[in-house]
DNA sequence: TTATAATCTAATTGT
DNA sequence: ACAATTAGATTATT
């Protein structure tokens, strides 16, 4: 087993499975618990591993390994497509679903294009409209953390997924709080700008 | 003769997500019971230039086109961007120099480009030298998907950002699907056309 | 013009 | 839920 991308750092141990090529990489990792995997690793990198020669092949080194099968839950599991957030958050009524007019023309509509992406085995990349944005961003200034209920509630009038409703509010709460170490980083920077400047005449 | 660099801005209506008109109108949706919130919208944006009905597609008219407003927020009046990298190094002299005389011309020169591209907030593009690209190439054979350890030791090595290192293995594998799809896509053409031309005699 | 660095966002994964 | 990271699309620079 050669581990040339991943190491144990001291304040981070995480083991960047993310990317689908290190997760092929350490398939056989995932069959036994994690602190046994970190055992395997530290032992194989008792000696610095992460020489820009091993990288370049300049020793021996075995040949690549298999592509993963990566889990993918909408490739066929299409019934169960909104099943997964039902028992999220404790307070739902399970019993509405009486308004699903709306949702069979898109779930054919996805289906076809998930046919279309085959080669990716990846979910089409949802591609929201101005007033869709317009509509969530609204929604957003007042409440970032919307309900379930909420949720539903918008997926319903935006024809769109209770699933995608909720990835955005995720991505965008991520984005907020980057712009926010942004802006206070920025005035960090004015800040010793402004103490720089008139002190040079 | 291709035209891939020519965009059309497609006249953006800058949809001012920030105005506080339309939060406004969505400010009362989460201090009551869900099922009144459509009422509510409905009877506030009567008579606006949003109607619901049109926002969420409710209006029976044309099946929805695919996509009618890309978002693209960079166009519009947004500043906070990605302003976080300002006070790393960024290395874009080709050329190798001592480090200690050339620094401070570089750095220099290098900040007032920053500030140049302070309000287009774009990093200045980044001129990878030759070695550089090979020694990137070399590893990108052998692993598409480095980890954060050798992101830092090719940074290293190689006197880049490691945010560089990163963007830089980001770009050369798309570059690399890029490929695989073009001649995938050749391939299914020329087999189609064998099958068709022979025939045609 | 072309190639590609940079940026943005939706999606995914592990914690 | 969050942080890190990926793919994909697009912008902008050399």
Redo the contacts between chains.
Sequence with gaps: MRV????I?PA?SSL?FG????AARYLSLFTMPSSAVLRVIQSVDKKTV???ES???LEK?EPRTINPKPHRPWTDSETTQHQSHIGKNSHTSPEVKSKEENITNQVTTDSYRRTLNWYIGRRPRT?????Q???L???F???SY?GI??R??LAQ???LDEDRIQIWFQNRRAKLK??H???Q??MV?KAFTDLQGPAEQ
Tied chains: 1, 2.
């Design positions: 040339s991308s991943v190491s750092r981070d960047q990317a689908p090529g290190v992460f020489t820009i990288i370049l092949g080194k591609a929201f409209t101005g007033t944005i317009e509509i961003e609204s929604v200034q007042v409440n919307p209920d909420v539903e509630e009038r935006l024809e980057r712009s170490r942004e802006s980083f920025l920077k």
